[in-house]
């Protein structure tokens, strides 16, 4: 094989298992990470550094995110805690507190806007009391971040995914398991649907099929299909979902003022008729 032009220099680090990412919008471009990033246009036949040196010593990037609304625009993130923002080549440091210094593990860029991102980091609180958290959101482009953390269990936090199509909708993998927000990381809770409280390792969702993917430490990768979600905030409303293939059920969400029920329905196989438990 030949190395195509990618070649670390001296002294320049690397993880063990190295990011890699494809462009969302181009497959001929990829991007690589060490100590510095790189890239390829050509499907990889060459590589070129993107960057100079954007991690501290002896560490090296991460997780490496492209933002599917700007090619432009990518984010790092390394082991050392830093994120920086590259724009056409061009690098900022934009760590800046409330970020503890601890290992960042991933990265996402909303689907429409390139200025919102999170970022998750690894370890406890206790290793950074003065500035705990797990996940990170910011939504000026890393000028200022804001601390999303919220009911997260103190776990390292190892993988995040936006769901494109609703981008409110937000998870994460944990050590613990998966948990998902409904309101952009305004509050969590743990996700069931057979996955295992095993440490996640990676996510992706595809808005188009409606799947979430988790890989998992020793327990394989695991698919579970998404529903609609109801909308979030203080307001109320009423919210049905009901599934034209499977004819027969549905469900109801309500919110008024500070009671939140749901009712699910089905219909009697003799009659026809609706039958309800809330």
Known sequence: FADA????????TVEFIAPFVMDPTNSQVLYAGTNRL??????AANWAAVTGQLTGENASITHIAVAPSDANTVYVVGADGSVNKVVSGSASNVTAAPLPGRYATFVAVHPTDANTVFVTYSGFNSATADRPGHIFRSSDGGSSWSNVSDNLPDAPANAVAIRPDQPGEVYVGTDVGVFVSFNGGGAWQRMGNGIPNAPISSLAVNGTTGLLAAATFGRSVWTTPLGATAPAGSTNYSFTYWNPAEAGWGFNAQHQGDLLYGTWYSYAPDDGLPMFLT
């Open 38 to 43: 790189w890239r390829t246009t050509d499907a």
């Open 5 to 12: 032009g990618f070649q670390r220099a001296e002294g320049e």
